[in-house]
């Protein structure tokens, strides 16, 4: 694998309970050991159990993963900021690192009716849109 321009990534939404921890596990199974990775959110809660399960479905265990606040991270321990968000603000952080934005929608869906396996579903589209992205990431480096 050829280094990465960046040796940290940091991946920001607001609850920091579903599509900044996928992007977590997926960038560090894509990475590995090159690159530190962390998640973070403006409101953090807790590790939706909808994305363990959709992580789970390939392999990745979110278990050592938990929901942080984005005022907990350092500045200077980031060169590569990446926010989710789509309908909602996204945290601010405020560093000198490159920024890119992948508007994803949420989801939880958590204003929708609809049966586990639906909003599972919605999970596992979220998650194969971060790997894509992550993936074309990693072979620009």
């Known amino acids: 694998m050829t280094k ?21 596990g997926l960038a560090r199974e894509i990475f590995g050991d090159t690159v530190r990775v962390q ?19 390939q392999g990745i265990a979110l278990s050592d993963q ?12 980031v060169d590569l900021l990446i926010t989710l968000c789509a309908e909602e603000v ?8 490159a920024r ?7 989801p939880d869906r958590k204003h929708e009716d609809l049966s586990d396996e639906q909003r599972l579903e919605h999970f596992r589209v979220a998650r ?12 620009q480096c």
């Open 4 to 24: 990465p321009r960046f040796t940290s990534i940091l991946f920001l939404c607001v609850a920091n309970s579903a599509r900044s921890q996928m992007a977590e």
């Open 39 to 57: 998640s973070a959110g403006s409101e953090p809660t807790r590790v939706n159990p909808f994305a363990v399960k959709a992580m789970a479905e």
């Open 66 to 77: 938990s929901s942080t606040s984005v005022a907990t991270i350092a500045a200077d321990s």
């Open 90 to 97: 996204c945290p601010v952080f405020l560093s000198g690192a």
């Open 100 to 106: 890119m934005h992948w508007p994803l929608q949420d």
């Open 128 to 139: 194969d849109q971060i790997r894509g992205r992550l993936e074309v990431l990693a072979a």
